[in-house]
């Protein structure tokens, strides 16, 4: 990964508090690409005991600003849309990995597919976010 997306990435994670609380970890990342992970914690879980549907967006949706954002320019988004294929209990370990469908001068389109530890398809994302032709202001360090 270039050294910019890099700084991109790690700027908006550190600027992020609701990704920090959720213990989003960035595992890979590439120009229009990534790949992050987390742990399911009882404070995450809905009144059936399973985990809230909104915490899978969630992460999807950070995988999605994540992926987008690192080429660069204020990418966001336009419209998104999941389906949940299993639930998702305490405890398990969720992983969502980005796929750029579609990388335009205004709009970009991104699939993100969230599996737990056994490697079963817990959802699958799509997301459409719009770039604002506005460049991340990035420290060199």
């Known amino acids: 990964m270039s050294k910019e997306s890099h700084h991109v990435i790690q700027n908006m994670l550190s600027n992020d508090p609701f990704s ?7 595992l890979e990342a590439e120009l229009g690409y990534c790949k992050l992970s987390m742990n399911i914690r009882e404070e995450m879980t809905n009144g059936f005991g399973v ?6 967006f969630s992460l999807a949706d950070s995988a999605l600003a994540f992926a987008s954002n690192s080429r660069g320019s204020v990418s966001l988004a336009l419209e998104n849309n999941i389906n949940f294929t299993k639930k998702v209990n305490v405890g398990d370990r969720l ?22 530890q056994d490697e079963e398809l817990v959802a699958e994302f799509r ?13 060199n360090s």
């Open 20 to 26: 920090l609380w959720m213990g989003i970890e960035v």
């Open 95 to 116: 992983t969502a990995v980005s796929e750029e469908l579609q990388n335009g001068r205004t709009i970009g389109v991104y699939k993100i597919h969230i599996t737990n």
């Open 51 to 56: 985990c809230h549907g909104g915490i899978t």
């Open 127 to 139: 997301g459409t976010v719009y770039r604002t032709g506005q460049s991340h202001e990035v420290e």
